[in-house]
Each structure stands twice: as structure tokens, then as C-alpha cells.
């Protein structure tokens, strides 16, 4: 493999040799290299099919098939948004007004141009008894408000700022 290519890829490359370069494991390879870039990037896809011998379009396809995989950049923070219907019965519609008005995010828009935040819904986080719920990347906040909620934004926000202050 060339040498630019190589460097383009390296960490790809570090994914794919811990899996053996199997193809079978493709599905924990891709796993990783969205950890690593927070969504699929096509060239990624296709330098990932290369390398196990398969088609680009098969990749795509499993990428594609998984609501867990994303095609497109996200944010640092995804906050999914449940809208089951414990959740729904107990105002998440308003939650995600509330978030989507403060982050500035219209219409289809569900990432912050400073890529800090993608607010998603999905049908179902699984903790009922906590409705309505938000889970931020992996941690789940049951018994939400839209003011709990936009104070978590503003934690969040806090937290970042207070880690990209200059000395």
C-alpha cells in the first residue's frame, strides 16, 4: 500500500489489522471507525471494502441497514430524544421544541453548524419508567424537563468552553 494512502487511513488501517482483516467482522470494524470519525465516511466505506475484498456496495449496504450507523457527520453530543409512547404521552414532542429552538436547529437541520450537537428521536431508549427520556452519546437522563433539559445543554456547553480556554 502506498505510503500517502496509508498515512490517509492509518487509523482505519489499525481498526481493520485488530480484526484480522476478516470480513466477517465487519460490522464491529465499521463500529469503530465511526468512534473514530462520529459518522461513515464514503471514502472510509470504500477503503474499508477494499481492504477485506468486498464490494463497496455491500458496506454500504450493512452501513445503510443499521439505524446505528450514521452516513452523515454528527456532532460530539447526539442527543436522542425518545418518542415512544410513555415518552410521547409525557411531553417529549415539547423536550425536543425546546432543544431544537435553543440549538438554532430549523427545519430538517438535526446538527449544530459547530458540530456540537445532533438531536435525534427514536422510537424507543427501553426505559419507560423514566419518561421522558434523553440519552446524550451514552448516558440516560430519565424524568426530563425542557428546563432540565436546556441546563443540560448548558453544562454541556460550559464544559466544553472550560476545556478550550487558552493559557
Known amino acids: 500500500m502506498p505510503t500517502v494512502m496509508y498515512r490517509k487511513f492509518e487509523k482505519v488501517c489499525a481498526i481493520v489489522e485488530r480484526h484480522g482483516a476478516d470480513p466477517a467482522k465487519l460490522i464491529p470494524i465499521l463500529q469503530e471507525v465511526q468512534d473514530e470519525y462520529r459518522y461513515l465516511p464514503e471514502e472510509v466505506m470504500t477503503f474499508v471494502a477494499t481492504t477485506l475484498s468486498l464490494s463497496p456496495a455491500k458496506v454500504y449496504g450493512v452501513a445503510s441497514f443499521y439505524a446505528h450507523f450514521a452516513l452523515v457527520?454528527?456532532?460530539?453530543?447526539?442527543?436522542?430524544?425518545?418518542?415512544?409512547?410513555?415518552?410521547?404521552?409525557?411531553?417529549?414532542?415539547?423536550?425536543?421544541?425546546?432543544?431544537?429552538?435553543?440549538?438554532?436547529?430549523?427545519?430538517?437541520?438535526?446538527?449544530?453548524?459547530?458540530?456540537?450537537?445532533?438531536?435525534?428521536?427514536?422510537?424507543?431508549?427501553?426505559?419507560?419508567?423514566?419518561?421522558?427520556?434523553?440519552?446524550?452519546?451514552?448516558?440516560?437522563?430519565?424524568?426530563?424537563?425542557?428546563?432540565?433539559?436546556?441546563k443540560?445543554?448548558?453544562?454541556?456547553k460550559k464544559k466544553e468552553e472550560s476545556t478550550h480556554v487558552s493559557v
Open 73 to 150: 457527520p454528527k456532532g460530539k453530543y447526539v442527543v436522542r430524544l425518545c418518542d415512544g409512547t410513555a415518552c410521547h404521552v409525557k411531553g417529549s414532542e415539547n423536550l425536543l421544541d425546546a432543544l431544537r429552538q435553543k440549538l438554532g436547529l430549523t427545519g430538517t437541520d438535526v446538527t449544530t453548524p459547530d458540530m456540537l450537537f445532533t438531536v435525534e428521536t427514536v422510537s424507543c431508549l427501553g426505559a419507560c419508567g423514566l419518561a421522558p427520556v434523553i440519552v446524550v452519546n451514552e448516558t440516560v437522563y430519565g424524568q426530563m424537563t425542557s428546563v432540565k433539559a436546556l
Open 152 to 156: 443540560l445543554l448548558e453544562d454541556i
